[in-house]
């Protein structure tokens, strides 16, 4: 039987979680709950202070140990701090930017044991909570008006969202030899990227699109240039019709207006999709 859990990170571990497309990690003192985690359990992410409160749950896909630090943490240490674990499906993430208005409030966990770092709790409260999201998902779905994304990390963030809703491992700055893609999504944990984004709010466009035909001629993945048209696309139509060429039949250029969209109606359907129960 399908468990429920409740684990416990800073806000900032929690966003590096997200835009590694779901993953979690636990210490050695946990191996006794890690090792009763299954595929297919809740998981709600808590995020301490200053949200103090849930923003996201999702369910386990996989468990693993890993020996590669991912953590700041870790990575100033070069040690690993949390070797145990676990990747989840993102079901339902707050807007970060609303984390601290938004938050899901615990009024059925006694306040200090969310600090313990993971805990079980009882089906029926995860279920309780898995509606909260919903309703408050379907609330943010009645808005009328979609999100702006006016900066580089806005647009990052709702790729990453749009991808993970889609069933995707989903990541930004994601490596490429001697560069870093702005956002990749990939089928599982050890596949190349499928989809590349590159990501144009200013900058310089030549650079752009000579990542996307690298990773196009690398890993024939399907390439995306996302942006502002208006500050970019004469020039870009310029550039694929000489220098690059060679990817113009492949390369699309998506407007950030219809990015948002996308991400709001993916969002509202996944929300419906929880309310009735049909996940």
Not at 85 to 101: C, P, Q, S
Not at 179 to 205: A, C, H, M
Not at 250 to 273: G, N, P, W
Request: aromatic share 10%; hydrophobic share 40%; charged share 25%.
């Amino acid at each position: 039987m399908n468990k429920a859990w409740i684990a416990v990170g800073s806000p900032e571990h929690w966003q590096l979680a997200f835009d590694q497309g779901g993953i979690w990690g636990l210490i050695e003192s946990h191996e006794k709950q890690w090792t009763r985690i299954e595929r297919g359990d809740l998981i709600f992410c808590y995020a301490k202070s200053p949200v103090s409160g849930l923003v996201a749950y999702g369910r386990v896909t996989k468990t693993f140990r890993q020996d590669r630090p991912l953590w700041p943490p870790e990575i100033q240490s070069n040690s690993v701090i949390w070797p145990l674990r676990f990747e989840f499906e993102v079901l339902d993430l707050v807007d970060t930017a609303a984390w601290e208005l938004a938050r899901i409030k615990l009024k059925d966990v006694p306040p200090q044991r969310p600090q313990s770092g993971f805990l079980e709790i009882p089906l029926d409260l995860g279920a309780r909570l898995s509606t909260k999201f919903a309703d408050k998902m379907l609330q943010g779905a009645a808005q009328p008006e979609d999100a702006v994304l006016a900066n580089h990390d806005d647009i990052q963030r709702v790729l990453i969202e749009i991808g993970s809703l889609q069933h995707f491992i989903a990541e930004k700055e994601y490596p490429m030899q001697k560069e870093r893609l702005d956002v990749v999504w990939r089928k599982v944990i050890n596949s190349v990227p499928t989809y590349v984004f590159e990501v144009q709010v200013g900058g310089d466009v030549y650079h752009a699109l000579g990542k996307l035909k690298h990773a196009y001629d690398l890993w024939n993945s399907r390439i995306f240039l996302v942006g502002d048209l208006k500050g970019f696309r004469e020039k870009a139509d310029l550039l694929l019709s000489g220098t690059f060429h060679e990817i113009q039949p492949a390369v699309q250029i998506l407007d950030t207006e219809r990015v948002s969209r996308l991400h709001s109606v993916k969002r509202e359907l996944r929300a419906l999709e929880e309310a009735l129960r049909l996940l």
